[in-house]
């Protein structure tokens, strides 16, 4: 199911007492600029560019200020149109590869792209392999770039993966295998003029996802953090530490509006480092901060304390939290790292009392009645500012991974976004904490936290 509008429901309990009104219908065709929108002027100004939304203000401040994420803060406030939302849900089949594999069809030059995983043998990487393939022989020289995660899954299968297919390509790993700065990333770009991005690996799990296809300066900026990935990486396949020579196709116009965006991304932490001094954390810590009535989040896991901390903030102040999550993900590994999404309730049910009843939980379900698996990494704050991409809320993404995500600073943008949020969280299972959650501990803040404190995961 691709879902690039879903209707809004109507019964949404967070909406604001005076709702902005609809927006008045777009005319189909190509896009003239828009000149509200992120200037090249405000792009090299000596400080940044006020937002739309005050939740977009805070963001570019915060992104400004920290001054550390993976390209210079000069390109990271910018502008773009979102094209298309791809929405997985969680059967089988990989709508996301659907929408790269149609948007290849009219490329003429090149793909870059950056995945977590690339599991060779998935339906959706063959799917995706022998559609380069065939590009590669009507165009022979159409580049492919890829740039993935780190060599536990070993150069030896990529290049037999490519040789099975006929694919020629270059590749880089980010990390080594004893590294946890993986890189969490997931982005493709074709002829450096359309890009789809968010939180959708290369592989076919039974789970939803939610990606954007984009067009307009943004990817230039994709591009570039792409470049700075490269250069950083730990090994290489017919290619060498130096990023790529892109070859850029014209542009087709753009159908829906170009809006102010801002890049949130962060480099990778081997192991020990400043954790939360970079451009993503502290501009979603922003995001969060400037909330005047509503945060909705989704995430497969919800972990970190930072996150857990700004919550907190934000329902004292009277915001409203909606939050889905899938009951059960991962529950090993992120327990380890430091809890499982079930741990949410203790931390929710110890919350002062005034601020409880300012969040609302549901278990992500396909059916409404199971629960199900959810990788959608998506935050929005009322209704006016939303952000897209690879960044999970847990210990791992906060501290760790390299991460890559975009803050789209437009009411009626944001909109189109929280219905596909929307459409989760009517289908989901509520769920609120009981008594015994208030009473029994919380997690320790990490793995770090819980070896100093003498206590076992």
Known sequence: MRANEIPISPSSPLRSPTPPAPPAARPAGPRAPDLNAISAEARVSSGPPSGRSAAGTAVNQAVW??????????????QGSVEAIAFNDADRNDEA?????????????????????????????VRLLEALAKKQREIPGFKVNI?????????????????RHG??????????????????????????HTALMGGSNIDNPAERDLMVTLRGPVVDTLLKDFDAAWSESAKYLNATRKPPLHAKGKAPPSTHPMVPMTLLSKKGVGLIGNYYDNDADQGLLAAMKAAKREIRIASPNLNDVSVWGAIADATGRGVKVRITLPKNYNNFGSGIDRSPNADFLTFWAQLPAKSRPNIELRWSSEDGKTASDDHTKYLSVDGEWAYVGSQNMDNQSWSFSREVGLGIDDAAETR??????????????????????????????????????????
């Not at 200020?65 to 910018?78: H, L, S």
């Not at 590869?97 to 959706?124: N, R």
């Not at 060599?151 to 037999?160: A, I, R, T, V």
């Open 65 to 78: 200020q920290t001054n550390n994420g993976t390209i210079p803060r000069q390109f990271t406030c910018t």
């Open 97 to 125: 590869i659907d929408e790269v594999i149609a948007h290849l069809k009219d490329a003429k030059h090149e793909l870059s792209f950056q995945t977590y995983i690339f599991d060779y043998d998935s339906e959706a990487s």
């Open 147 to 163: 740039l993935y995660d780190r060599d536990l899954n070993p150069f030896s299968k990529l290049n037999d993966a490519l040789e």
């Open 167 to 192: 694919v020629k390509a270059q590749a880089a790993a980010y990390a080594s295998a004893l590294s946890r700065a993986s890189n969490h990333a997931k982005a493709f770009i074709l002829d450096g």
């Open 416 to 457: 189109r976004l929280d219905a596909t949020f929307d459409a989760t969280w009517n289908l989901g299972l509520k769920v609120e904490p009981s008594w015994f959650h208030r009473i029994i501990s919380q997690p320790k803040k990490n793995w770090v936290h819980r070896i100093l404190s003498g206590v076992l995961p």
